[in-house]
C-alpha cells in the first residue's frame, strides 16, 4: 500500500495539471471582470446566468451519468488496459446517438421552450436559452473522453480538455466584445462555439481510439453502465437543482437585475469548487485503486481527506480574506452588492468538501441507489428555502438558502457513508477545519467589506496561526 505520505506527494504532482489549467481558467475570468461588468448590465449578466443554468442542465442530463460507470467498470473489475477500447465505444457512441437526438428537437424549438419557461419573449433571453441547449449539449460529449484520460493518469491531456474549453471561451467572448461588440451575444456565441471545436475533436479523437465498425459493442456492458448510472442522473439533476434552480426563482421572483448580482457573487466563489474538483478528481483514481486492499486502503483514503478538506478550506478562507478588498476597487459600483454573496458562496463550497469526501466511498461500493434519494429530498429542501427566503432578501437569500441545503447534503451524505462503508474518518477534525473555516470566512469579509483595517489585520494573524497549527497536528498525524 502507498503511504498517506509518499501518497500525498503522489497527489501533489498530479493534480498539479489541474491546479495549474485550473487557475488560468479562473485568472483570465477575474481579469476580464472588469470588462464584463462595464460591457454587460446586471440584466444582462441575469441572462448569462440564465445560458449557464440552461447548459449546465442539458450537460448533466445528457451525459447519462455514464462516465462514472465507466470508471467503475474500469477499476471494480481490473479491465485489461487493452480492452478498455470496446467498453467506451459501448458507452460513448450510444450515449451521444441519444443525447443528439434529444438536442436537436430542443434546439429547433427553443423559442417555444423559453416562452415556456421564463414566460418572456425577450431576445437575449431567447438566445440565452438557445444556444445554452447547445453548449450543453456540447459539454455532454465531453464528459466520457475526460473520464478516458483520468483513468489512464493522463491528467495533462485530461486536465486540458476540462479546462480548454471554457478558457478558449473567455478569449473568444472578450474577442467577439472588442471586434464586433455584439453584446451580451459575445459570451453565448464565444462560449457555445469553443466547447462545439473541443466537442468534434473528441469525437474524431473517439472514431479513431474506439471506432465502434472496428471494437464492436458490448449492449451488456451498456446496459450494466445505464444502470449503474441512472442513480447517478437522478442525483445529478437533483444537484443542479440545488446549485442552479435558484437562478430560475430569483429571475422570476426578483428579475433579472437581482440574478445578475448573485450571479456575479456566485461566480467568483466558485473558485473554490474549482480547487476541490480539480484535487477530488486525482484523488479518486488513486483511492479507487487503493480500496481494493481492504483496510489499509481505507485507512489510506480517510487520512486523505484530512488533508483534502484542510486544502479547501485554506483556499476559501483566503480566496475571502484577499478578494473582497480586492474586488472592492476592482469590478463596477452597480455590482458591489455581489461581494456580499462571496462569503456564502465560499463557506458552501467548504461543506462540498465535506460531501466528495463522503460520496466516494459510496461510488466505489455500489452503493449509487442513495443517492437517488437522499440528493433530491435536499434539492427539494432547496427549493423550499429559496421560495421563502428570495422574496424576502433578494440575491442574499438565495445564497443562504444554497449554504443552508450544501450544509444539509454534507451531513446526510457523511451519515450515509458512515452507515454503508465504516471507513475510519476522523469526524472530529473534519468539524474542527470546517467551523473554523466557516468562522474566519463570514468574519473577515465582515470586517473588511466595512472598513475595520485595525481588526482586519488581528484577524489575519488569528487565520495564519490557526493554519500552521492545524496543518502541523495533521502532517505529525501521518
Known amino acids: 500500500m502507498t503511504s498517506p505520505s509518499k501518497g500525498l506527494k503522489q497527489l501533489g504532482l ?11 481558467v479562473r485568472l483570465l475570468a477575474f481579469l476580464s471582470l472588469p470588462l464584463f461588468t462595464q460591457h454587460f448590465t446586471p440584466e444582462e449578466y441575469g441572462t448569462i446566468a440564465l445560458f449557464e443554468l440552461v447548459s449546465s442542465f442539458m450537460a448533466v442530463f445528457l451525459a447519462l451519468g455514464i462516465h462514472g460507470a465507466f470508471s467503475q467498470k474500469f477499476y471494480s473489475t481490473n479491465i485489461d488496459p487493452k480492452k478498455t477500447a470496446k467498453l467506451y465505444a459501448s458507452l460513448y457512441w450510444p450515449v451521444q446517438t441519444i443525447a443528439l437526438f434529444v438536442f436537436l428537437p430542443l434546439f429547433f424549438f427553443s423559442t417555444h421552450a423559453s416562452t415556456f419557461l421564463f414566460n418572456n419573449d425577450e431576445a437575449n433571453l431567447l438566445m440565452a436559452v438557445k444556444w445554452g441547449l447547445a453548449s450543453g449539449f456540447f ?45 451580451v451575444l459575445s459570451y453565448f456565441w464565444g462560449f457555445s462555439f469553443s466547447f462545439a471545436f473541443f466537442y468534434f475533436a473528441s469525437v474524431l479523437f473517439s472514431a479513431f481510439k474506439a471506432n465502434p465498425f472496428r471494437t464492436g459493442i458490448s449492449w451488456d456492458a451498456f446496459k450494466d453502465g445505464f444502470l449503474y448510472s441512472f442513480p447517478i442522473v437522478i442525483h445529478a439533476c437533483a444537484h443542479w437543482v440545488i446549485y442552479l434552480s435558484d437562478r430560475y426563482i430569483l429571475e422570476h421572483l426578483r428579475g433579472l437585475y437581482e440574478l445578475g448580482i448573485y450571479s ?17 478528481r486525482v484523488i479518486v483514481p488513486r483511492y479507487f485503486q487503493e480500496a481494493e486492499r481492504g483496510k489499509d486502503g481505507k485507512r489510506w483514503y480517510a487520512q486523505t481527506t484530512n488533508i483534502f478538506l484542510l486544502a479547501v478550506a485554506f483556499s476559501a478562507t483566503t480566496l475571502t480574506l484577499i478578494g473582497t478588498p480586492l474586488l472592492k476597487y476592482f469590478i463596477a459600483k452597480d455590482y458591489l452588492d455581489a461581494l456580499k454573496i462571496l462569503p456564502w458562496v465560499s463557506a458552501s463550497y467548504v461543506l462540498f468538501a465535506v460531501y466528495f469526501s463522503a460520496v466516494n466511498p459510496i461510488y466505489f461500493h455500489r452503493k449509487t441507489k442513495l443517492l437517488a434519494f437522499s ?16 422574496p424576502r432578501y433578494g440575491a442574499l437569500g438565495a445564497a443562504i438558502a444554497t449554504f443552508l441545503s450544501i450544509l444539509a447534503l454534507s451531513l446526510i451524505m457523511t451519515a450515509l457513508s458512515h452507515r454503508h462503508t465504516r471507513y475510519p474518518f476522523s469526524y472530529p477534525t473534519w468539524g474542527k477545519v470546517v467551523f473554523l473555516a466557516v468562522f474566519f470566512i463570514f468574519l473577515g469579509n465582515t470586517l473588511q467589506l466595512y472598513n475595520h483595517p485595525v481588526e482586519a489585520v488581528l484577524l489575519w494573524t488569528g487565520y495564519v496561526l490557526f493554519v500552521f497549527l492545524l496543518f502541523r497536528r495533521l502532517f505529525r498525524s501521518i
Open 14 to 24: 498530479s493534480s498539479f495539471p489541474y491546479l495549474g489549467f485550473q487557475i488560468s
Open 139 to 183: 459539454q455532454a460529449g465531453l464528459q466520457l473522453p475526460i473520464e478516458y484520460f483520468r483513468i489512464r493518469h493522463k491528467h495533462l491531456h485530461s486536465s486540458f480538455l476540462l479546462n480548454a474549453p471554457p478558457f478558449l471561451g473567455l478569449l473568444t467572448t472578450i474577442s467577439f466584445l472588442y471586434l464586433f461588440d455584439w453584446g
Open 264 to 280: 456575479l457573487g456566485y461566480n467568483l466563489g466558485f473558485v473554490v469548487f474549482n480547487f476541490a474538483e480539480a484535487l477530488n
Open 375 to 390: 440528493t433530491p429530498s435536499c434539492a427539494v429542501l432547496n427549493v423550499l428555502l429559496n421560495l421563502f427566503l428570495v
